[in-house]
């Protein structure tokens, strides 16, 4: 027999540094910095740049907001043939964030795994 009872929801969304809910094609909501672009000697003309993206997230149980803001922080590296002084810019328009593991801390706040 399956039981009726309905579990919560836990959602892991993006936010900005205060827990509001944002989109991730909004201005700041994900910040991205060239960390290195050097030439590559094995791929003759491409440049390897490395980039650090940055944001906040925050943990959701039904629309209401059950931790502080997290931030976050992944590098990621590609190679592009550009030119020396080459100007790049990003946007977000999808953003993905999954809960694996919600455990608790002695005082009662939910700690995300």
Do not use: W
Not at 29 to 34: C, E, G, K, P, T
Not at 38 to 57: C, D
């Amino acid at each position: 027999m399956v039981s009726s009872t309905r579990l919560p929801t836990f959602d892991c969304l993006l936010t900005d540094k205060n827990g509001y809910i944002v989109r991730p094609s909004h201005p700041n909501a994900v910040s991205y910095v060239i960390t290195t672009s050097t030439k590559h000697p094995g791929h003759k003309g491409k440049t390897r740049f490395q980039v650090a993206i940055r944001g906040y997230l925050s943990l959701f149980m039904n629309y209401q907001r059950l931790s502080r803001p997290l931030s976050f922080e992944i590098y990621k590296s590609f190679y592009l043939y550009a030119p020396q002084d080459t100007s790049l810019s990003f946007n977000t328009y999808n953003f993905k964030c999954f809960v694996d593991d919600i455990s608790y801390t002695p005082n009662d706040a939910p700690q995300v795994k």
